[in-house]
């Protein structure tokens, strides 16, 4: 395999064959063909001598497999980049570890204005809370220091950064010694952000992008929004994607929206929806998801960013305009206001309008049956990260700690939405889990609640063809003539056709069905690593096949 710059790659002919090649087009194909940024035939091994006198280069891929590109349903890119490059707590142990680190964080970059950090998680640890001011004012010499929770809906930071922020004090969300919430945590992250420069956003942006490409991952669905990252940090990326090699970057603005003129100000952007991280309410681990019963560990309920009418009212407007809407929501409480705005929506423009917009909701995890009968109903893609459920799933996990196991065991319903016949679209929420497509399609196929458990094949889709589908692209996702070159070369072990147990259905293993196998991904075994990610027929991740 050669390492010619995308550039120089840009609108050739490429064959690859003496491989696997995922295909519905061919179950059995051993070769591609890439022209001019597509996907120009896909076939036999004997058939591809056909094409080889008039390839401008031929890839041996010696066995190897070529799978679609991922797509990550949802990521910040900024943020991800920050954690790559700087202070991740994601695996500190132990509250001790995380000020330490910290402390040597603080001590390598004296230039900082603000020191940025996240990932941390108090539920883990031993001492059982986060740490304090006066412990972060220690840590770091006196100097600002934002460090968000592991999920990003809270933070703590030093005592020089909330004088950053003298109006702190007085918004929801800020108690004085516990972690910063809602909209006390919104101004001091935007203040934190604010600091950096363009240069180092940018730096942040190309690692993310890079990491991603090494990983297969083909697109990413940025969210941002006022409350997140800022119209700089939103725009910097899109222009950055746009100039030079990498992932694409489908940006959504969490904006809401009431008429047809703040949705053309959203569009100047280069959003693609007014969406993402919209909230509706928290997380369930900084206890500010909003339920319908209270906490199992703290006496109330969560808290609720957005009723029913604001949801519907910015629909509406979204569903007239031919623009996507989306929202974050977590707890029961908030999907039942979601599915409640959008049936009033679908009242007020019409159902079938409404269907036709595919908007989204993002997370999407305490649902019930009634609220999945809802999706399914008003055609909403559900963007889920596999990830949490193997994170914080479990019967001792952060989950069962917030709800108690009896709640904590309905979350994450995946089997029950594709049952429904409700989108999936797979991410990661990138920092708060790591960007590892594979590693979230073991997590859907082996979840920590046997019954919500779906196929390895039903996960890929999700996380290749249900990515671009969210976005309302059917034409790609998957390695057919005609749709985008976006693919990734695997070395992987034996390819299954594999559904974690006998109560998940399947596609039948005998090879006369014709189903396109995948690599073994049960717990414990290697996942694959990839050799090269390809996006519209420019390579952006390249290691030798051997």
Known sequence: ????????????????????????????????????????????????????DGADEIVDLRGALVTPAFTDAHVHTTATGLALTGLDLSGAGTLAAALDRVRAHASARPGDAVLLGQGWDASRW???????????????????????????????????????????????????????????????????????????????????????????????????????????????????????PGPRVFGYWAELVANAKEIA??????????????????????????????????????????????????????TEAGFQAGFHAIGDAALTAVVDGVRAAAERVGPERVRAARHRVEHAEMLTPETVAAFAELALTASVQPAFDAAWG?????????LGADRARTLNPYAGLLRAGVPLALGSDSPVTPLDPWGAVRAAAFHRT????????????????????????????????????DYAVWESGSLVVQAPDTRVAAWSTDPRSGTPGLPDLTPGSPLPVCLRTVVGGRTVHARPIE
């Open 1 to 52: 395999m050669n390492d010619r710059t995308p550039e120089e790659t840009d609108g050739r002919t490429v064959l690859l064959r003496g491989g696997t090649v995922h295909s519905p087009a061919d179950p059995c194909a051993t070769a591609v063909v890439v022209e001019r940024g597509r996907i120009a035939w896909v076939g036999s091994e004997g058939a591809a001598d056909a094409f080889a």
């Open 394 to 402: 479990g019967e001792d996990g952060m989950y069962a700690q917030r």
């Open 450 to 485: 046997p019954g919500h458990r779906i196929s390895v094949r039903g996960a890929f889709t999700a996380h290749t063809r249900g990515g671009w589908r969210a976005v309302g692209r059917d034409d790609a996702g998957v390695l057919v003539p005609g749709a985008p070159a």
């Open 265 to 318: 100000r959203i569009r100047d952007l280069g959003a693609v929806g007014a969406a993402g991280d919209l909230f509706v309410d928290g997380s369930l681990g900084s206890h500010t998801a909003c339920l319908g019963e209270p906490y199992a560990d703290a006496p109330h309920s969560g808290s609720a960013r957005l009723g029913p009418d604001d949801i519907a009212a910015h629909v509406a407007a979204c």
């Open 126 to 244: 031993p001492e059982g809370r986060p740490p304090s001011r006066t412990e972060l004012d220690a840590a770091t010499g006196g100097r600002p220091l934002y460090l968000s929770r592991v999920d990003a809906h809270s933070a703590v930071v030093s005592t020089a950064l909330l004088d950053r922020v003298p109006a702190v004090t007085g918004l929801p969300g800020f108690r004085d010694g516990e972690p910063l919430t809602g909209d006390a945590h919104h101004a001091v992250r935007r203040a934190a952000y604010a600091a950096l420069t363009p240069g180092q956003r940018a730096d942040a942006q190309r690692a993310a992008r890079r990491h991603a490409a090494s990983l297969g991952i083909g697109s990413l669905h940025e969210c941002a929004g006022p409350d997140i990252s800022g119209e700089e940090d939103f725009t910097g990326l899109l222009a950055l994607a746009a100039a030079e």
